[in-house]
């Protein structure tokens, strides 16, 4: 789900770059083969047709195999769990009701989340994003049981509002 691709610690402009040096690879590759295509045609009779398909597919070797290779998913049913908890219009995330095992899968990956106060339980992550600009308004709210108090010492981020606790952290 969306809402969950957004925590996945991958930078768009790291895959971009990425998708660009891979397609500049291909374009060599291509231009090698075209050339040994005319070394070797002076020699040998070569199937004009067949020779280009297999540059081809070797060429573009690296977008083929992604495109097949699919890495075997990992807790497919928590990921599941916390799609149902979550939504994403584009601009705003938002996940309801999660739980701490939830909350640290989700931080698994990216790992910039902040760290949650012991006891810490029916979290809820309300993430504003433009990636355009790289701009960011994060807040997450949770409960902690009742008797427990935060120590703001250990955790000043995070502020008493109504009956939970509130991290905010923004970025313009």
Excluded at 116 to 134: K, V
């Amino acid at each position: 789900c969306g809402a969950l691709d957004a925590f996945d610690g991958e930078s768009s402009v790291l895959l971009f770059f990425q998708t660009i040096a891979k397609l500049i690879i291909a374009i060599f590759i291509w231009l090698v083969g075209v050339a040994v295509f005319y070394i070797l045609k002076r020699k040998k009779k070569i199937n004009i047709p067949l020779y280009y398909s297999i540059l081809t597919i070797v060429s573009l070797y690296f977008f083929i195999i992604k495109a097949i290779h699919r890495e075997p998913e990992v807790n497919r049913d928590l990921k599941e769990i916390i799609c149902a908890k979550g939504s994403d219009d584009g601009m705003e995330l938002r996940f309801t009701f999660l739980n701490r095992v939830e909350y640290d899968f989700i931080n698994s990956s990216s790992n910039w989340l902040p760290a949650l106060p012991e006891g810490a339980d029916s979290i809820n992550i309300d993430y504003y994003r433009d990636s355009f600009i790289g701009d960011f308004h994060l807040i997450i709210d949770v409960s902690i049981p009742i008797g427990g108090e935060l120590d703001s010492t250990k955790y000043p981020k995070w502020e008493k509002h109504e009956n939970r606790y509130r991290y905010e952290d923004f970025e313009t």
